[in-house]
């Protein structure tokens, strides 16, 4: 019998939903669609370098959403729903896989696929509520108005629902149904993004007329352009650097448990049990120290032990608190 103080969670992700919102939110409202960037092939030497730098700079940080989950208590299951064949989707399988999420595949009946993801991902959540009744949160990543039945349903089956949605395509009235609703942006570890700058004097007009005519304007970005296949490359978790994704690890369970629990110091237990349910695999030992004392001690650049509580009482680094 499961421990009634453990919470449980699952996480549900519209992916299409959440890739497109982060790519507009970037570039501006319905650019996605005007890019053609769902059939975008990156890995083509022939492949247009602005669209791969537009993007690499829209890149969905997926360890983010799911770390943020997690800071609710155990996954039960994390799934995302996309058609996987999509070049723009298909790009994140590396990274979600890693993470043990389970991809649904949704084929597309039309062009678009409209609902496609809203329905099965509805049904499936139902159907896991019932089936696995001991589920204390649903995390819903996603902003699209569509659930908000889904949100009200699992919220009148006793369920503490979570929304995290795209600033600017996140509807308001699925925050209402929501007991908690964050944006992408405020995520610990996500850089909050400036919208699009509007285009000036002559640029309006020009601006206007592609508009009108549903094409893409001409892009006036001053990068240095570069080859496609550059600008795409993804660093591979096993060959990292060790030490340095536990100071990563380290420094994103402080930002999390400071922002649930609205204090500086947290206990250095809490924070090595959010590290654990983030990656399984951490361990200080493993890394060199004989007690995880150690290994924040030897992250002074990024944490603070406070040895003097019996408790030991760890925090972000104020230098690093600002950022």
């Not at 919470?7 to 549900?12: G, K, S």
């Not at 007991?179 to 007009?205: H, N, R």
């Not at 001053?222 to 296949?229: F, G, K």
């Not at 990292?240 to 994704?245: G, T, V």
Request: hydrophobic share 40%.
């Amino acid at each position: 019998m499961n421990d009634p103080g453990v919470t449980r969670v699952a996480v549900y992700i519209d992916f299409d939903n959440i890739v497109i919102s982060r790519y507009d939110q970037v570039h501006g409202r319905g650019q996605f669609q005007r890019d053609k960037v769902r059939g975008f092939n990156r890995t083509d030497k022939s492949a247009d370098a602005d669209i791969a730098e537009k993007l690499r700079r829209a890149t969905v940080d997926v360890g983010a959403v799911i770390d943020f989950a997690s800071s609710f208590g155990t996954l039960v299951l994390t799934r995302a729903y996309a058609d996987w064949s999509a070049l723009v989707n298909a790009d994140y399988r590396g990274q979600l896989v890693s993470r043990a999420v389970d991809l649904v595949q949704l084929f597309p009946a039309a062009a678009y696929a409209k609902n496609g993801a809203d329905i099965r991902l509805a049904v499936d959540a139902v159907e896991d509520m019932f089936r696995l009744p001991d589920l204390t949160h649903v995390v819903i990543v996603a902003g699209d108005s569509d659930y908000i039945a889904l949100a009200q349903r699992c919220r009148r089956l006793g369920r503490y629902v979570v929304g995290v949605g795209v600033a600017g395509s996140t509807s308001r009235s699925l925050a209402a149904a929501c007991d908690e609703l964050v944006t992408y942006d405020a995520l610990p570890g996500i850089t909050t993004t400036e919208p699009p700058p509007l285009p000036a004097g002559p640029a309006t007009s020009e601006q206007a007329e592609h508009e009108e005519s549903g094409s893409a304007p001409p892009a006036r970005s001053r990068r240095t352009r570069r080859p496609a296949a550059a600008a795409t490359e993804e660093t591979d978790p096993d060959s990292e650097d060790p030490q340095r994704l536990a100071t990563r690890l380290l420094e994103r369970a402080l930002r999390l448990g400071q922002e649930k629990d609205d204090a500086d110091w947290l206990h250095s237990s809490a924070v090595k049990s959010q590290m654990r349910r983030m990656d399984p695999s951490f361990s200080e030992r493993a890394l060199g120290y004989r007690s995880f004392s150690d290994f924040i001690k030897s992250r002074e650049a990024v944490a603070e032990l406070d040895e003097t509580n019996p408790a030991r009482l760890v925090r972000l680094n104020p230098a690093m608190a600002a950022h």
